[in-house]
């Protein structure tokens, strides 16, 4: 499983990239990584996307995972998932973090930087 991640300065996001067959481990480590690059830039909005992703394995689908990888209640973390992959495309707040599942990376940037 291959992963990038980068700061988008111009929307002020943590881009998370991933390609391939993921681990519950893998996505762990790839958001701490990102948690790194966020504290750095004083960011606290994160870009997900598994659209390269294995369909297979599901990923990011609690409150409690978000916040044993290292999310804040204060982030906001759009993931970009393929259409199909979940059985709904949902919205939800957990108690650690407001998250929202897409199917295009172009409406989760949009509603990432809504309230900006």
């Known amino acids: 499983m291959e992963y990038s991640i980068r700061y988008l300065d111009d929307n ?3 881009e998370i990239k ?3 067959r993921t681990s519950f481990k893998t996505a762990e480590q790839y958001s701490k990584d990102a948690i790194k690059v ?3 830039h004083s960011c606290g909005r994160f870009l997900i996307d598994h659209a390269d992703t294995d369909p297979s394995v599901n990923i990011h689908s ?3 995972e978000l916040q044993q990888f290292g999310f804040q209640i204060t982030d906001r973390i759009a993931i970009v998932i393929k259409h199909g992959h979940s059985s709904v495309t949902v919205s939800h707040n957990s108690r650690w973090s407001e998250s929202k599942y897409f199917d295009n990376v172009h409406e989760a940037v949009s509603w990432l ?3 900006k």
């Open 113 to 115: 930087v809504a309230d």
């Open 12 to 14: 002020k996001i943590v």
């Open 38 to 40: 966020a504290h750095e």
């Open 62 to 64: 609690t409150g409690e």
């Open 18 to 20: 991933s390609a391939g």
